[in-house]
């Protein structure tokens, strides 16, 4: 046993958890609003990441600066993937969707590799201290700046939805469409707010971990593990998505202190979320806190 | 799915009704492309021959996705997963246990419809979205399954496999490999086209219509998804162990996400639901990625190829050509090649009077 590692692993569980659970709420907006499975999401964060990388890099902006205009890039860029892509496809079964957003993925995942290669590019340092000491940890200041930001965004989170008129709009559109129409929201216009939102949220993210761990492929996988984190928070709940992301970072590390420690069988720290994630679905097929579907004809 | 039968052209009797080829002129079409890819070795050289059987054993693979996702209304993103335990289990089994490769392949189809079935068990209660994340996370469980599992894959060195092989006639080059595809392809697309006429195929399509009122007809719901998980693995093993076979060495990294989605997108650009379109979409697939290293080559050398770096990303390219190709296809020819060619069909049929 090795209580020190524990507890950092744990720690390190918790702030890549509150990221995945930033993601996962990005994810869970565009499928509340517009019921789209968004398997894009991972790339929103590599895309935003590239981005701001290559203004800090190539033009030498002030990190400030070219952090803003980023998320400005990233809101234009959801609205009009969603306006391009997902409006034709309004009506269509899942499966179309689905792959419509997958196709996207692979797409902007190409891209960015053929523009910016395969490597990983670090970021120009930002801060001047590397590591700070919490509690007797020694934690990266970046680690802490993730996590403080990752709160931030949940706050904005609550407070667009609970008291601001745009979000609200949306939550009514999530309701029930047609009533919300009736109501005179304009139901195009909140779709393409989800989308900016989620990419512009998401990007955030990507950039705080390009920050932390250099800017490459691998930010894609963020997308992916979102799955494992919304089957467990429940698809509908933005709070189930927050729980949901920060259960899956814990698991991963702890996964990982299992394996280093006793079973020895590599690589637990990618898989356990997906082996948590078969056994839910065997057991509660509409995840843990998600709402039950209940079908009349 | 519309049929597109011209009107006036009624069928009179179940038999008319229940054929695969309805026409003389389709009967024809089918003996002469099977004579035309029989005589291919004669003219075509070893490349050309390589990317035929490509486009057979990819035929294989989507026409069993297709069953599940065209056929059935289920998702599945992890096929390449099922593709790779084929490739694997066959290569193995002929390894640990001296079964002739012959025997190997469709042994290997069944253990991949088994390890499906697996799988299947929680598709049996998942729909739409709930499965598609499923299969995913099968397809990184097996993925992981594969890195990890020396005795059966070999790990990192990937395994080396024998060729074909059957009564002494050795089918280890592009020219005699091809039969071995033409066979399958043969009785894979015979064995789909007759599974669709049965009570079962009927039931499959009933579950994707809608599947409420599939149940209180009497169809078991669980059990015709699970089934049709196994079915679609079960083409994917055959196809995996044909793979296996042609290239004669299986590598751990080969069967990832991207290839799984590669599926998807023949199903998609062949057109849902339909036989003949999952040999269209990969037949697509595989000479997609030959045009984008046409073009590539065209533009070799020029001013476009220096400033974009065309030749040194190539791979690049063709992976973006395979996204834009699944959009393209969704926003403007949702049912597929199957669907055009039909249309060009009727066209030719009903000049000049199209109604």
Same mark, same amino acid.
């Given at each position: 046993m ?9 720690l390190n569980?918790l702030?890549?958890?509150a990221l995945?659970?930033?993601?996962a709420?990005s994810?869970v907006l565009?499928y509340k609003?517009?019921?789209?499975v ?13 981005v701001?990388?290559w203004?800090?890099?190539?033009w030498q ?6 952090f803003?205009v980023?998320?400005?890039? +990233?809101t234009?860029?959801? +609205?009009i993937?969603?306006?391009?892509v997902?409006?034709p496809?309004i009506g269509?079964?899942?499966i179309s969707?689905i792959m419509a957003t997958?196709?996207?993925g692979?797409f902007f995942?190409a891209?960015m590799k053929?523009?910016f !290669?395969?490597f990983?590019?670090?970021f120009?340092p930002?801060?001047?201290a590397?590591?700070v000491s ?6 990266q200041?970046?680690y802490?700046l993730s ?6 965004? +949940?706050?904005g ?6 008291l601001?008129?745009?979000?609200l709009a949306m939550?009514?559109?999530a ?5 919300a129409?009736s109501l !005179?929201i304009?139901?195009p216009?909140v ?5 900016a939102?989620?990419a512009m949220v998401s990007?955030?993210?990507?950039v705080?971990?390009?920050?932390v761990n250099g ?8 997308g992916i593990k979102?799955f ?11 709070v189930?998505?927050v729980?949901?992301g920060?259960i899956?970072g ?6 990982q202190?299992l394996?280093?420690n006793?079973l020895n069988w ?7 979320p997906?082996?948590a994630?078969?056994?839910?679905l065997l057991?509660?097929?509409? !995840?843990?806190?998600?709402?039950k579907n209940?079908e009349?004809? | 799915?519309?049929?597109l039968t011209?009107?006036?052209?009624f069928?009179?009797?179940?038999r008319a009704?229940m ?9 024809l079409?089918?003996?002469?492309g099977?004579?035309?890819?029989a005589?291919a070795p004669?003219a ?9 059987? =490509?486009?057979g054993i ?5 026409l069993?996705? =297709?069953?599940?996702?065209g ?6 993103i992890g096929?390449?997963a099922?593709f ?5 289990a066959?290569?193995y089994a002929?390894?640990a ?16 419809a088994?390890?499906?079935?697996v ?6 209660r998942?729909k739409?979205?709930?499965l598609?994340?499923?299969t995913?996370?099968a397809?990184f469980i097996?993925?992981d399954?594969?890195a990890?599992?020396?005795?059966f894959?070999g790990g ?6 024998e060729?074909?092989?059957?009564f002494?006639?050795v089918?280890?080059r592009e020219?005699s490999f ?8 043969i ?6 086209? =007759?599974?669709?006429r049965?009570r079962?195929?009927?039931?499959l399509i009933a579950?994707r219509d ?5 149940e209180?007809m009497?169809?078991n719901?669980a059990?015709?998804?699970?089934l049709?998980?196994g079915i679609?693995s ?9 793979y296996?076979h ?9 069967? =990832?996400i991207l ?6 997108g023949?199903?998609i650009i ?8 999952s040999?269209m979409g990969?037949?697509f697939?595989?000479l997609l990625?030959e045009?984008?290293q046409?073009g590539a080559?065209a ?5 476009i190829?220096?400033?974009l ?7 690049f390219l063709r992976e973006m ?6 959009i393209l296809f ?10 055009r060619?039909?249309?060009i069909k009727?066209y030719?049929?009903?000049y000049?009077?199209?109604?």
């Amino acid at each position: 046993m090795d209580s020190a590692l524990l507890l950092q692993l744990t720690l390190n569980g918790l702030i890549v958890g509150a990221l995945y659970g930033v993601v996962a709420m990005s994810f869970v907006l565009i499928y509340k609003a517009s019921q789209v499975v968004n398997f894009a999401q991972g790339e929103f964060l590599l895309v935003g990441a590239w981005v701001c990388w290559w203004l800090l890099t190539d033009w030498q902006l002030p990190f400030w600066l070219g952090f803003l205009v980023t998320l400005a890039f +990233m809101t234009a860029f959801g +609205m009009i993937l969603q306006v391009v892509v997902l409006r034709p496809l309004i009506g269509e079964p899942v499966i179309s969707v689905i792959m419509a957003t997958i196709g996207l993925g692979i797409f902007f995942q190409a891209l960015m590799k053929w523009i910016f !290669g395969v490597f990983a590019k670090p970021f120009p340092p930002i801060f001047h201290a590397e590591q700070v000491s919490v509690l007797g940890l020694q934690v990266q200041s970046v680690y802490l700046l993730s996590l403080g930001i990752s709160l931030l965004i +949940m706050l904005g989170f609550a407070w667009f939805f609970t008291l601001s008129k745009h979000g609200l709009a949306m939550r009514a559109t999530a309701f029930d469409q047609q009533v919300a129409q009736s109501l !005179g929201i304009s139901v195009p216009r909140v779709f393409a707010m989800s989308w900016a939102i989620s990419a512009m949220v998401s990007a955030l993210a990507g950039v705080v971990v390009g920050v932390v761990n250099g800017v490459s492929s691998a930010l894609s996988f963020y997308g992916i593990k979102v799955f494992p984190a919304v089957i467990l928070g429940g698809l509908d709940s933005v709070v189930g998505a927050v729980l949901g992301g920060l259960i899956v970072g814990l698991l991963e590390n702890w996964a990982q202190y299992l394996d280093a420690n006793w079973l020895n069988w590599g690589n637990m720290y990618g898989v356990a979320p997906f082996y948590a994630l078969i056994l839910i679905l065997l057991i509660k097929p509409y !995840g843990l806190f998600g709402t039950k579907n209940i079908e009349r004809v | 799915m519309a049929t597109l039968t011209p009107a006036g052209d009624f069928r009179t009797s179940y038999r008319a009704d229940m054929t695969i080829f309805p026409t003389r002129g389709s009967r024809l079409a089918l003996w002469l492309g099977l004579a035309l890819v029989a005589a291919a070795p004669l003219a075509l050289g070893r490349y050309e021959l390589g990317l035929l059987i =490509n486009i057979g054993i990819m035929g294989i693979a989507a026409l069993g996705l =297709n069953i599940l996702v065209g056929f059935t209304g289920q998702i599945s993103i992890g096929h390449a997963a099922f593709f790779g335990f084929g490739a694997f289990a066959s290569a193995y089994a002929h390894e640990a246990w001296h079964i002739p490769v012959a025997l190997c392949i469709p042994l290997a189809g069944i253990a991949t419809a088994l390890i499906g079935l697996v799988f299947g068990a929680p598709a049996a209660r998942l729909k739409g979205l709930y499965l598609a994340i499923a299969t995913l996370a099968a397809q990184f469980i097996l993925e992981d399954f594969f890195a990890r599992a020396q005795w059966f894959t070999g790990g990192v060195a990937g395994r080396i496999t024998e060729p074909f092989a059957l009564f002494g006639w050795v089918a280890d080059r592009e020219e005699s490999f091809l039969y071995v595809v033409l066979a399958w392809i043969i009785l894979m697309y015979l064995g789909a086209a =007759n599974l669709l006429r049965t009570r079962d195929g009927r039931a499959l399509i009933a579950v994707r219509d809608h599947y409420l009122s599939a149940e209180m007809m009497g169809i078991n719901l669980a059990y015709y998804r699970t089934l049709s998980f196994g079915i679609a693995s079960f083409y994917a093993g055959i196809a995996g162990a044909l793979y296996a076979h042609y290239l004669l060495f299986v590598s751990v990294e080969a069967f =990832n996400i991207l290839f799984s989605i590669q599926f998807l997108g023949m199903v998609i650009i062949g057109g849902l639901g339909s036989v003949m379109g999952s040999l269209m979409g990969a037949a697509f697939m595989v000479l997609l990625p030959e045009v984008v290293q046409a073009g590539a080559d065209a533009l070799a050398g020029g001013a476009i190829d220096r400033a974009l770096k065309l030749g040194a990303s190539i791979s690049f390219l063709r992976e973006m050509a395979v996204g834009a190709a699944i959009i393209l296809f969704l926003i403007f020819e949702p049912d597929g090649l199957a669907h055009r060619w039909r249309l060009i069909k009727a066209y030719w049929k009903l000049y000049p009077f199209s109604h």
